[in-house]
Every structure is written in structure tokens, then in C-alpha cells.
């Protein structure tokens, strides 16, 4: 039998208590060893508030896995590679391209794994929609995301600093699974950016892409929440709905893997620690930060929560 994984897991918020305890505690693959987060704490598990104190303390941990922000993230990850860790980071992977890129040689010169998770890619339909698309002619794409900021980030007022991301933050979801599925890769046209005039990321967003693919992004929406994307083919239309875990072709229902996003990703961090492998793929960042690069942007009514 494999050997057990022992994790700390830093930043004990929203995501953490979610989805990340749950899945390690489901897994006969992982024990939580130990959390670090300056308030937040697990009950039954050692609570650090340090993580250089947790790394001296706890060699025994062989895996970091990072549910903060994005902006506080990389001086953790940092730090958890130095003192020879695996890691694993929640989505987006950095709040820069360039920090992202940093950690990968870092974890490459040590001979560490570095996971950058994209747990929307892990949903039921995504691999069966990947698998259909892959010989089929893409002739339109939209995708439809919208859902309300107070219900899912309630409170949450770093969605709205810089590095929070605003509407990208669910939005990545999206772009990192249309990268996943789409048989060609595609780059970003234009872009308009919705910023109330109090915050500074935006709060919806319209994208276009090449080959036409486009988004349409609100954190404003009320009532139904949608997280559809939408594929038409010169063979037919396939629809992913409710953020990848439900998947139509031409109208019919098409079974999915069964899988949960967290435990899948807790799986494959698993797999790549025990096989000495990294998975850090930055294409849905990279459109994001082209959407800010070329995106006109427009000022709307002041959001607060
Ligand atoms: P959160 O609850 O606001 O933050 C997580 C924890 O990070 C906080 O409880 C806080 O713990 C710690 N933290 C916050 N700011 C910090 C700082 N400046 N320095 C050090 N620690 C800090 O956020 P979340 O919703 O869990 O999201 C965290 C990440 O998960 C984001 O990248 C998000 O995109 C991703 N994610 C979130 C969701 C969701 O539904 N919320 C879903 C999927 C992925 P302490 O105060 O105890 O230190």
C-alpha cells in the first residue's frame, strides 16, 4: 500500500473548510497533519500561525497545500518549497504570471512537486466533453457566468483589491475549463471590464476570443445562478452546465465521471507527489491577464456588500 500523505494546509477560510477538510478527510490517501492560518483552526488538528515555525517544527510534512488569496500566497509557497515541501496551490496559481513562473523553477531546481489546481477542470462532465469535442470542428463557443458575489464571497473584500481578481476569480473557472475542452487554442481579441467606481477589479467582464469563442462574466446576477458554456461544432452542440458537472450533446444528457472536484484534486496531487511529477498550467491565467492588458474599461455603480 501507498504511503500516507501528511499535509498542512494554510489558510483556513471559506475553501478550506468547504472543500479541502472534507476531501482530505475522505481520502485514505492523505492525513491533515497540521493548519496554519492566523485565526482560523481545525478542530482535532495542531494549529500553527506561523508557517516558518510549522516547516522548523513538522519535517514530517511532506505536502503544503495553500488555500489563501492569491496576492498573500506566493511568499507561503515560497517558503514551503525552500524547506523542501510539495505543494499544491488553489486557483489562480499566483496573483502574477511571473510569481508563478518563479515557484515552477523552484520546485523544478529542488526536485519538489508543485501543483496549481484548477478544481473546476475536475468536474463530472469536463472529460467527456473534452473527449467528444477532440476531433470535431469548433465553429462558436460562449460562455455564460453569472452569479452573485454577495451569496459565494460574502464579506470577502480582497475579491476587490488589486490581485483579487473581481469576476475573474469565478471566470478562471471557466477559462481554465474551455482550455481544457477546446480541440485548438484560442487568445484574447477585446475585452470590456465593468468597475464600480469604488472597487478596483472589475465586476463583470465581456470577452472575445479568436475562432469565436467569447465569455460573459457578472458577479451581479440574481436568482438562478448560471455556469454554462456552450460549443457549437459543424456535428452538433454540446452544453456544459452548472460549472462542468452537467453535460448536454444535440439535447441529450451524457453521464459524467462521477468524479468531485476536491477529491479529485486531492487524488492527482497524490499521483504526481509519488510519481516525482509537476502540473502547472497557466493558460487560463494568461487570458486573464490579456483581458486586463487589452479590456476598455467602464465605470458602473459603487458595490458594497
Ligand atoms: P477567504 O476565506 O477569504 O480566505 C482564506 C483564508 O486565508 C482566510 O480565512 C485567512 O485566514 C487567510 N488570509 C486571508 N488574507 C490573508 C493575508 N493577507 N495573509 C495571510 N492569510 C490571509 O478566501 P476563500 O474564499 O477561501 O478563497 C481562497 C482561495 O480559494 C482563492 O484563491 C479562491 O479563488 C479559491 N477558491 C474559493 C472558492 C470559494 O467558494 N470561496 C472556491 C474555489 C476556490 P486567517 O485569517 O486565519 O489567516
Same mark, same amino acid.
Given at each position: 500500500? =501507498?504511503?500516507?500523505?501528511?499535509?498542512?494546509?494554510?489558510?483556513?477560510?471559506?475553501?478550506?473548510?468547504?472543500?479541502?477538510?472534507?476531501?482530505?478527510?475522505?481520502? =485514505?490517501?492523505?492525513?491533515?497533519?497540521?493548519?496554519?492560518?492566523? *485565526?482560523?483552526?481545525?478542530?482535532?488538528?495542531?494549529?500553527?500561525?506561523?508557517?516558518?515555525?510549522?516547516?522548523?517544527?513538522?519535517?514530517?510534512?511532506?505536502?503544503?497545500?495553500?488555500?489563501?488569496?492569491?496576492?498573500?500566497? $506566493?511568499?507561503?509557497?515560497?517558503?514551503?518549497?525552500?524547506?523542501?515541501?510539495?505543494? /499544491?496551490? #488553489?486557483?489562480?496559481?499566483? =496573483?502574477?504570471?511571473?510569481?508563478?513562473? /518563479?515557484? @515552477?523553477?523552484?520546485?523544478?531546481?529542488?526536485?519538489?512537486?508543485?501543483?496549481?489546481? &484548477?478544481?473546476?477542470?475536475?468536474?463530472?462532465?469536463?472529460?467527456?466533453?473534452?473527449? &467528444?469535442l477532440?476531433?470535431? *470542428?469548433v465553429t462558436r463557443a460562449h460562455i455564460? &457566468?453569472?452569479?452573485?458575489?454577495?451569496?459565494?464571497?460574502?464579506?470577502?473584500?480582497?475579491? $476587490?483589491?488589486?490581485?483579487? /481578481?473581481?469576476?475573474?476569480?469565478?471566470?478562471?473557472?471557466?477559462?481554465?475549463?474551455i482550455? #481544457?475542452i477546446l480541440?485548438m487554442?484560442i487568445?484574447?481579441?477585446?475585452?470590456?471590464? #465593468?468597475?464600480? #467606481?469604488?472597487? *478596483?477589479?472589475?465586476?463583470?467582464?465581456?470577452?472575445?476570443f479568436?475562432d469565436g469563442v467569447s465569455a460573459? $462574466?457578472? &458577479? @451581479?446576477?440574481?436568482?438562478?445562478?448560471?455556469?454554462?458554456i456552450e460549443v457549437e461544432t459543424?456535428?452538433?452542440v454540446m452544453v456544459l452546465?452548472?460549472?462542468?458537472?452537467?453535460?448536454?450533446?444535440?439535447?441529450?444528457?451524457?453521464?459524467?465521471?462521477?468524479?468531485?472536484?476536491?477529491?479529485?484534486?486531492?487524488?492527482?496531487?497524490?499521483?504526481?507527489?509519488?510519481?516525482?511529477?509537476?502540473?502547472?498550467?497557466?493558460?487560463? /491565467?494568461?487570458?486573464?491577464?490579456?483581458?486586463?492588458?487589452?479590456?476598455?474599461?467602464?465605470?458602473?455603480?459603487?458595490?458594497? $456588500?
Open positions: 500500500m =501507498a504511503e500516507v500523505l501528511k499535509v498542512a494546509l494554510v489558510g483556513i477560510g471559506k475553501i478550506a473548510r468547504d472543500q479541502h477538510v472534507p476531501a482530505i478527510r475522505a481520502s =485514505a490517501d492523505w492525513i491533515l497533519a497540521a493548519t496554519v492560518s492566523r *485565526q482560523g483552526r481545525v478542530d482535532g488538528v495542531e494549529a500553527y500561525t506561523d508557517i516558518d515555525r510549522m516547516l522548523a517544527e513538522r519535517p514530517e510534512i511532506s505536502v503544503v497545500s495553500l488555500c489563501l488569496p492569491p496576492v498573500p500566497r $506566493f511568499a507561503y509557497a515560497r517558503a514551503a518549497l525552500a524547506a523542501g515541501r510539495h505543494v /499544491m496551490l #488553489e486557483k489562480p496559481p499566483g =496573483a502574477t504570471l511571473a510569481e508563478v513562473q /518563479m515557484l @515552477r523553477d523552484l520546485a523544478g531546481r529542488k526536485g519538489l512537486t508543485l501543483f496549481a489546481t &484548477w478544481h473546476s477542470r475536475m468536474a463530472s462532465g469536463v472529460a467527456a466533453a473534452k473527449r &467528444w477532440s476531433d470535431k *470542428q455564460t &457566468w453569472r452569479e452573485d458575489v454577495r451569496k459565494w464571497h460574502p464579506g470577502q473584500d480582497w475579491v $476587490f483589491e488589486p490581485g483579487g /481578481m473581481g469576476v475573474f476569480d469565478p471566470g478562471i473557472n471557466a477559462l481554465s475549463i482550455t #481544457e480541440p487554442p487568445h484574447l481579441t477585446g475585452a470590456t471590464l #465593468e468597475y464600480p #467606481e469604488n472597487r *478596483q477589479t472589475p465586476i463583470a467582464a465581456r470577452l472575445t479568436s460573459d $462574466f457578472d &458577479w @451581479r446576477q440574481q436568482g438562478p445562478q448560471t455556469w454554462d459543424g456535428e452538433g452546465h452548472e460549472g462542468g458537472n452537467r453535460l448536454v450533446i444535440d439535447g441529450q444528457e451524457v453521464p459524467g465521471s462521477g468524479a468531485h472536484e476536491y477529491p479529485a484534486l486531492y487524488a492527482r496531487m497524490a499521483r504526481l507527489v509519488r510519481d516525482k511529477q509537476s502540473d502547472v498550467d497557466v493558460t487560463p /491565467m494568461i487570458h486573464l491577464a490579456d483581458a486586463l492588458t487589452l479590456g476598455r474599461r467602464e465605470m458602473v455603480a459603487p458595490f458594497d $456588500f
